[in-house]
């Protein structure tokens, strides 16, 4: 080992446990039966352990290029941390999917598991839950002290989930041992909820986006570069424009003479395309995700057997489709967690998902990751801090799986254009548009020359959006809690498009596709600039 291997062994141990429940979604061991601390002196050694982490880096020698890649992108990662640490952004967390409430809830159902779940460990975070909230609270009253709130909606986006999450921890009353446990952590998510209706909405503002210098924050955080704003926005506009082409032509080959709405909404009633949800919609997206694998090992990809099993997941609570990539001891193999609520489940966009969240996109990607032993530690597990890197490839699984001739059924593929690549591309002039407040550009047909608020937000995405309108609310309030989050997959499929592209043309007839996507993903997870430089070497 390097001394760049040995610290990166070093501050992932130390990070796992300064922060339990980025391990637990992480899959790094260790942590299972704790929770972080999210109160004032967990966020302070969080901090001070990423200044003692670049210290040490700065000092350390480098051997060779993969200390080289690997340095780069354990410093790019610990200059964005310490960057949001200096801004004191941290009190602004919420988010209806990813803030610190949903981690620590994520963290005690990624060890529910029926019959089979690791009781010890699930205990353990369970009767820790409430001295969590309390430190979260504490947090954020300190930082309401200092005239840092979250905005309204996003705050009350959080207290909407916190009874259903009360539910969720009730239902643990009735096995053995965690009655005492199981009704403590209910009434916390209640107190929690009081906390914030009572404390923090009073003082917190209406206003919608973050403004440029909170957003570029994110950028640098999510997608690990710097953008043209602007520029990125115009692109946007550009490419929702050449979707819409293509989505007409895919809805005439189903339904001639009919329009895009028409379409969906047979689509939509369609027994053909629908399932009960629960236990037979968890088993069709199972032998979707088996079957890919399948049909792509050893003949478009080299598929290693321990990620030959995906386990799929249906959540209690929420309403989020994502990825578990396998624990880093393999103990835990990759998880696809997807929310299916109602009675019935829509299906004609599913297929194009599966292939975003399983084989070849995370699982494949952030698994392969995972066993690569030439990466540090910390590229190993660290898929979870890159999401430009990690959603980009998703989004570019999903074009591969076109190009490769997996969507044999036109109402499929109309599935990937119109709920996949259509929503990540208004994402990308939605989430901006509203966080710097831009305004609406001539010959979009959409209040032209407007600025953006979250009305129209919701009103344009669910022009373009297959979901009801209370889905497509709840998706707008996910961009405005996560700012930039949201552009990670448009922003990021441009980048692995672009360095195939280019591989492409460096290597002409010689070009294998295969090759490229082992190459590519051997380099780990790291941010977009990072990995434009090295896939420009590929």
């Given at each position: 080992m390097t001394e760049i291997d040995r610290l990166s062994d070093r501050y992932v141990s130390d990070l796992a446990a300064a922060d339990p429940c980025l391990a637990a979604m992480s899959g790094i061991s260790g942590q299972d039966g704790a929770l972080t601390d999210y109160g004032p002196d967990g966020y302070a050694a969080r901090a001070d352990l990423t200044r003692r982490t670049l210290a040490e880096l700065a000092a350390a020698p480098m051997t060779g290029e993969a200390d080289r890649r690997a340095a780069a992108v354990l410093r790019d990662k610990l200059e964005t941390f310490a960057a949001l640490d200096e801004a004191d952004v941290h009190a602004l967390d919420f988010s209806n999917i990813d803030g610190p409430f949903q981690r620590l809830r994520q963290a005690v159902?990624?060890?529910?598991?029926g019959a089979d779940s690791p009781w010890?460990?699930?205990?353990?975070?369970?009767?820790?839950?409430?001295?969590?909230?309390?430190?979260?609270?504490?947090y954020q009253a300190e930082a309401r002290d200092r005239g840092i709130v979250a905005h309204r909606p996003m705050i009350l986006g959080t207290v909407a989930q916190l009874e259903g999450s009360a539910a969720y921890?009730?239902?643990?009353?009735?096995?053995?041992?965690?009655d005492g446990a199981a009704r403590a952590a209910a009434q916390a998510c209640?107190?929690?909820?009081?906390?914030?209706?009572?404390?923090?909405?009073?003082?917190?503002?209406?206003r919608e986006g973050v403004g440029r210098d909170r957003y570029a924050l994110g950028v640098r955080n999510f997608l690990g570069t710097t953008l043209d704003l602007e520029a990125t926005y115009a692109w946007a506009w550009d490419e929702l424009a050449v979707l819409k082409r293509e989505m007409a032509e895919a809805a005439a080959e189903i339904a001639p003479g009919r329009s895009l709405a028409e379409v969906r909404d047979a689509l939509d009633a369609d027994p053909r395309h629908r399932i009960a949800s629960g236990e037979p919609f968890?088993?069709?997206?199972?032998?979707?995700?088996?079957?890919?694998?399948?049909?792509?090992?050893?003949?478009?990809?080299?598929?290693?057997?321990p990620l030959r099993r995906i386990d799929c997941r249906t959540p209690p609570t929420g309403n989020s489709i994502y990825y578990l990539a396998p624990a880093e001891d393999l103990s835990r193999p990759g998880q696809v967690w997807y929310s299916a609520h109602g009675a019935e489940t829509t299906t004609w966009a599913v297929p194009s998902i599966m292939f975003h969240e399983g084989v070849p996109g995370h699982h494949l990607q952030l698994g392969a990751t995972i066993l690569n032993q030439g990466l540090t530690r910390f590229q190993r597990v660290s898929s979870e801090l890159h999401p430009g890197f990690a959603e980009g490839w998703g989004l570019y699984a999903e074009r591969l799986m076109d190009e490769l001739g997996y969507f044999t059924d036109p109402a499929h593929r109309l599935g990937m254009l119109y709920g996949g690549r259509q929503i990540r591309t208004v994402r990308v002039i939605v989430d901006i548009g509203l966080h710097l407040g831009l305004t609406i550009p001539a010959g979009s047909g959409f209040h032209e020359g407007e600025r953006w608020t979250r009305d129209l937000a919701i009103e344009f995405?669910?022009?373009h959006s297959p979901d009801d309108v209370e889905v497509v609310t709840w998706e707008i309030d996910r961009y405005l809690g996560l700012p930039a989050q949201a552009i990670a997959y448009k922003l990021g499929e441009k980048?692995?498009?672009?360095?195939?592209?280019?591989?492409?043309?460096?290597?002409?007839s010689s070009f294998d596709l295969k090759s490229f996507h082992s190459t590519a993903l051997d380099l780990g997870p790291m941010g977009l600039e990072l990995l434009a430089a090295e896939l420009a070497a590929v």
């Open positions: 159902e990624v060890l529910d598991q010890d460990d699930l205990r353990a975070r369970i009767e820790a839950f409430p001295a969590a909230l309390r430190g979260l609270s504490a921890f009730r239902g643990f009353a009735e096995r053995p041992g965690l209640l107190d929690y909820g009081a906390f914030l209706t009572g404390e923090l909405v009073p003082a917190a503002p209406d968890r088993a069709w997206i199972q032998e979707l995700a088996d079957r890919a694998i399948a049909d792509l090992d050893g003949v478009h990809f080299d598929i290693a057997e995405l669910s022009r980048v692995w498009l672009e360095g195939r592209a280019a591989a492409r043309a460096r290597h002409g």
